[in-house]
């Protein structure tokens, strides 16, 4: 337990020092200000989105996203591919898959899902 636990904690400075310094942040908080998920935007790149596991299917990912569209509009995702429970969200919230890598951005052996929201029409809107 305390080997893993001493693994995640090398790993944090580089998530914090290298991997999230050029993102835009946001952090989802509970009632009591308690930290329970964030995203990363690049862009009109979502390059991370995280709710804890106890929050998860809470509404939490789909509030993030919903801001994230607001301040970018239409969003492109990279999903592993490995990671089902990430595709079947980003499908459901209306991202259409347009490509596929079979490496992830670090050249390691991780296929990537490329995914796209396509520009969405109001009811208002006469070209609909």
């Known amino acids: 337990m305390f080997g ?33 998920g964030f995203m990363g ?21 789909s509030l993030l996203l919903e801001y994230a569209r607001q301040l970018k509009g239409p ?5 592993n591919e490995q990671n089902p429970d990430a595709i079947k969200f980003y499908l459901a919230a209306g991202f259409t898959i347009v490509g596929r890598s079979p490496l992830d951005s670090g050249g390691r052996p991780f296929p990537l899902l490329h995914l ?3 520009v969405r029409k109001s009811a208002s809107d006469p070209a609909k």
């Open 41 to 61: 935007l690049h862009g009109s790149c979502l390059e991370a989105l995280f709710i804890h596991p106890a929050h998860i299917r809470r509404g939490g990912g």
């Open 75 to 79: 969003l492109m995702v990279d999903v």
């Open 116 to 118: 796209r929201e396509m």
């Open 4 to 36: 893993r636990f001493a693994r995640q904690c090398r790993l944090l400075p580089i998530v914090r020092d290298a991997a999230l310094r050029h993102l835009e942040l946001w952090v989802l908080c509970d009632d009591d200000q308690r930290a329970v």
